[in-house]
């Protein structure tokens, strides 16, 4: 069956201005995460959905990024005002059900994101 | 807080030879721990993960890892290297309430002929 989907692969922005990079999870997974991985700081956790409730922001590194799931599968994170040290690749997962610390999360191909 | 320690950035070894990559962790309760792999430009893949059923667990592509409480640690082992195990690896521990997982540093891998 198909996997967790990125697009796009790559995204080259001029500082300022704002990104949206968009996630489709697995078919049927309620939980969807986003991580971060830049040079420097490793893997990062950005923020977490988990069905209808409401998100787990705590990983946003500042209020230029947010997120959304519309109608319980696909994703968007947005960028605003984008800066350079936004440059990383952003990487989507989803898992079939949060919270058991046992569900495996599938990741994404990732998009890379280049903030010139 | 949950957090693990990948003790090598880099490990080299030779086609054949067995790879032993370390990783500590640190939690107040029983932790659920994985392996990822990266291959380049590509995207992570799990190898293995332990819920606190059997302390060795099997992965794919003949990875294995014991979990030791007394170490408090989860090293991700193999017998025999392969030029295709040439990636990055990462420990993981997940969080209790949110299954957010929270990443080594990551181990490269290097596999000589």
């Known amino acids: 069956g198909a996997g967790v989907s990125q697009s796009p692969s790559n995204k080259v922005t001029e500082k300022g201005k704002d990104v949206e990079l968009r996630c489709d999870p697995i078919s049927g997974h309620t939980a969807l995460y986003w991580y971060r991985q830049s040079l420097g700081q490793g893997l990062e956790f950005l923020i977490y959905f988990q069905g209808n409730s409401a998100p787990d922001k705590s990983g946003l590194p500042s209020d230029r990024f947010s997120a959304e799931r519309t109608g319980g599968s696909v994703s968007t994170l947005t960028i605003q005002r984008t800066q350079q040290e936004d440059s990383a690749v952003y990487l989507c997962?989803?898992?079939?059900?949060?919270?058991?610390?046992?569900?495996?999360?599938?990741f994404g191909p990732g998009t890379r994101l280049t903030v010139l | 807080a949950q957090s693990v320690t990948q003790l090598d950035s880099h490990v080299s070894v030779s086609e054949g030879t067995p790879v032993l990559l370390r990783c500590n962790y640190s939690?107040?309760?029983?932790?659920?721990l994985f392996w990822y792999v990266q291959h380049p430009n590509k995207g992570l893949q799990l190898l293995l993960k332990?819920?606190?059923?059997?302390?060795l667990v099997k992965g794919i592509n003949g990875f294995e890892a014991e979990f030791k409480k007394s170490e408090t640690s989860f090293h991700l082992t193999k017998p025999s290297a392969h030029m295709s195990d040439a990636a990055e690896y990462f420990c993981?521990?997940?969080?209790?309430?949110?299954?957010?997982?929270?990443f080594g540093t990551g181990t490269r891998l290097q596999v000589f002929p």
């Open positions: 993981v521990v997940s969080d209790l309430n949110t299954d957010k997982l929270i």
């Open positions: 939690s107040s309760y029983s932790p659920s």
């Open positions: 332990y819920t606190s059923a059997a302390t």
């Open positions: 997962a989803s898992s079939l059900v949060a919270g058991t610390t046992t569900d495996t999360q599938y």
